[in-house]
């Protein structure tokens, strides 16, 4: 395997972005803008005592623009820490998700970050191995979570096999060893592993050509794009043995994560009481979780990356979030919205536990004779 020192002065290198240069490469209009009629389900908001009643949810229909999605070419670049691109003059930031809420903001955090892992790699040996090939960079963007990885990610690598045959996608080695979640996905979409580039922090990797492709999203209203469900929904599903019926389950967060229930044994009692079925806190296999979502009618679970799976429930599931009040996040009230689940919310105002680097991570007890209320109203 070919090998070399790549030398520049890190501190010499300049933030190339899409929000502060458009024209820095090249560019290829991958799927055209357009715009959808979006017509949420009429769902149902409670907020127990303690709650305040800041979140608004938008339960009337609603025109959302989508705009080009962008495929930029960058030319024999370097890739460092699996994500961040380079050459001897710029770093290339478009696709970060962070710079697409606010590029003013984080863009200083952003180039700094980088800058640092690009000084830490000076010394890394060059990998040759794809010196000859197109890729899409499919860890760039940055994101760490679930509903990023499904909902963004997977969709712009089915995009992008359907758009550059020949091109291959550049990931994390973890990711195509199957790792829960990640792995499991690139499985079961079928993305051959001939078309994967697997790829490790520590060594620095050249390229012939790197594609910086947008992702399918309107970040603004935080709406998926029109075809990301049917890319998402391309493959035949597993389980056939979905039956209508009022079938409720409840999904535990892991207990190694954020938003945990604080009065999780009351909770666990008022499930008991209306025969819920259960499931977690264990990490579920995927194939597990779609066919839970394709097999209840009702699903309960709290404000967060165990949602992100509803995209593949049937048409009019209802989905109750358990929802602190102080964590306002859109993103999953408007997948409901595009995947036709019908969205029930119960906000929840006494905090159990404060975390220290971000207060919408912090834990928060569900006021149960409340929660017992409205099961009964849903049950019914």
Request: net charge neutral; charged share 25%; proline share 6%.
């Amino acid at each position: 395997m070919p090998g070399g020192i790549h030398h520049f002065d890190p501190s010499r290198l300049q933030a190339t972005s899409k929000f502060i240069d458009p024209g820095y490469a090249p560019k290829t209009v991958v799927v055209p803008a357009t715009s959808e009629l979006r017509k949420p389900l009429r769902g149902c908001v409670w907020h127990d005592k303690a709650s305040g009643y800041t979140i608004k949810r938008r339960f009337s229909a609603r025109q959302i623009r989508f705009a080009d999605t962008v495929a930029r070419r960058i030319d024999a670049p370097l890739l460092a820490k699996e994500m961040v691109l380079f050459d001897e003059k710029r770093m290339y930031l478009d696709t970060s998700i962070e710079l697409e809420y606010s590029p003013k903001y984080y863009l200083p955090a952003v180039t700094q970050r980088c800058a640092e892992a690009i000084k830490a790699s000076v010394d890394a040996p060059v990998d040759d191995q794809f010196r000859e090939d197109t890729l899409l960079i499919s860890h760039h963007e940055g994101g760490g979570t679930w509903g990023h990885y499904l909902i963004q990610s997977i969709p712009r690598m089915l995009l992008f096999l359907d758009a550059f045959p020949s091109g291959k996608i550049a990931i994390p080695t973890w990711h195509a060893q199957g790792a829960p979640g990640y792995g499991e996905a690139l499985a079961f979409y079928s993305i051959p592993t001939e078309r994967l580039a697997r790829i490790e922090a520590s060594t620095v990797y050249r390229f012939k050509e790197a594609i910086l492709l947008d992702f399918l999203f309107n970040f603004k209203a935080a709406a998926p794009h029109p075809k990301v469900l049917p890319f998402l929904r391309s493959v035949p599903f597993c389980y056939d043995g979905a039956e209508a019926g009022n079938k409720a389950a409840f999904i535990k967060r892991r207990a190694d994560t954020h938003r945990l229930i604080g009065n999780e044994s009351a909770v666990d009692a008022v499930m008991a009481r209306h025969r819920i079925d259960v499931y977690g806190p264990d990490s579920l296999p995927l194939r597990t979780q779609i066919e839970l979502w394709q097999s209840h009618d009702l699903v309960i679970t709290t404000l967060g990356s165990d949602l992100t799976n509803m995209v593949y429930a049937r048409a009019g599931t209802r989905v109750l979030v358990l929802s602190p009040h102080w964590f306002g996040d859109i993103f999953f009230f408007e997948l409901s919205v595009a995947a036709g689940v019908r969205w029930y919310e119960l906000r929840c105002g006494d905090m159990a536990w404060r975390a220290e680097r971000a207060e919408g991570d912090s834990s928060f007890n569900v006021e149960a004779d409340l929660l017992d209320t409205v099961l009964t109203s849903l049950l019914s």
